[in-house]
């Protein structure tokens, strides 16, 4: 299983150029707007925590940011990854493409 996920994925990354990978079915306005406004949130954080460091901050101080940071992060991967479920997977698997599968259980190993 193992094997066949690296073989599989590396036909992905060989038959796919990331830089023009893009949703067939496009995000609202909404969901984008939300997205966009967490991910503000979080660079909000990470610029919080480049002043803490400036001002020479207490070093548990910044490691608690750094585990909010983190958590907001990985909020904010597990609302893309359910988005993906929601749209592209099921998308893939109606026309039959049965192998993405192996792709979402590879992203979820890497979002973990």
Do not use: W
Request: glycine share 6%; hydrophobic share 30%.
């Amino acid at each position: 299983m193992e094997e066949n996920l690296k073989e599989n994925t590396e036909i992905i990354k060989e038959n796919t150029c990331n830089c023009c990978r893009t949703k067939h079915t496009p995000r609202s306005k909404g969901q984008e707007k939300q997205l966009q406004n967490r991910l503000n949130r979080i660079i909000g954080q990470l610029n919080g925590i480049s002043r803490m460091l400036e001002e020479n901050r207490y070093c548990g101080d910044i490691l608690t940011q750094v585990a909010a940071v983190e958590s907001a992060l990985q909020g904010f991967g597990y609302i893309i990854l359910k988005e993906h479920l929601e749209s592209c997977v099921i998308e893939e698997i109606k026309n039959g493409n049965e192998q993405i599968m192996e792709e979402v259980a590879f992203l979820i190993k890497k979002l973990k």
